[in-house]
């Protein structure tokens, strides 16, 4: 498997995980020194982040889909761009949130795995 589709089986991965609501693998998605960059809100390191999403699987279901618009390694290094949509459906009842983000990751290589160190996300236009 070349790098690129290592990264892109990794955002399967993470899609599968966060649509079962499955935090423990979301949480290994991103490398313990992850900074989050949140459209609107204060960057987040990786207990943050983590902690926030426990939250919103308390709260919801999440329904999330990716377009990855380009995958591009170099040695170690990559980054993956693209969009990102989710549907959030409150556990209480009510009418479900829509996001759609544009996303950039930045990907780093450690001990064989590729992981997430670096990631933001805005609204189009």
Do not use: C, H
């Not at 290994?28 to 926030?52: F, H, I, M, N, S």
């Not at 459906?89 to 997430?116: D, N, S, Y």
């Amino acid at each position: 498997m070349t790098d690129e589709e290592e990264i892109a089986a990794a955002v399967e991965r993470f899609l599968r995980a966060y649509n079962a609501g499955d935090v423990e693998t979301i949480a290994g998605y991103y490398a313990d020194d992850l900074v989050k960059d949140r459209q609107g809100a204060p960057p987040e390191k990786k207990a943050e982040t983590v902690a926030r999403v426990r939250g919103v699987f308390r709260d919801f279901s999440g329904s999330l889909s990716v377009s990855n618009d380009e995958i591009v390694v170099s040695g170690d290094l990559a980054y993956a761009r693209g969009t990102l949509r989710i549907t959030l459906t409150p556990r209480a009842g009510g009418t479900p949130q829509r996001v759609e983000r544009r996303f950039l990751e930045i990907w780093r290589k450690r001990e064989g795995r590729w992981l997430v160190t670096r990631t933001m996300d805005n609204t189009a236009g």
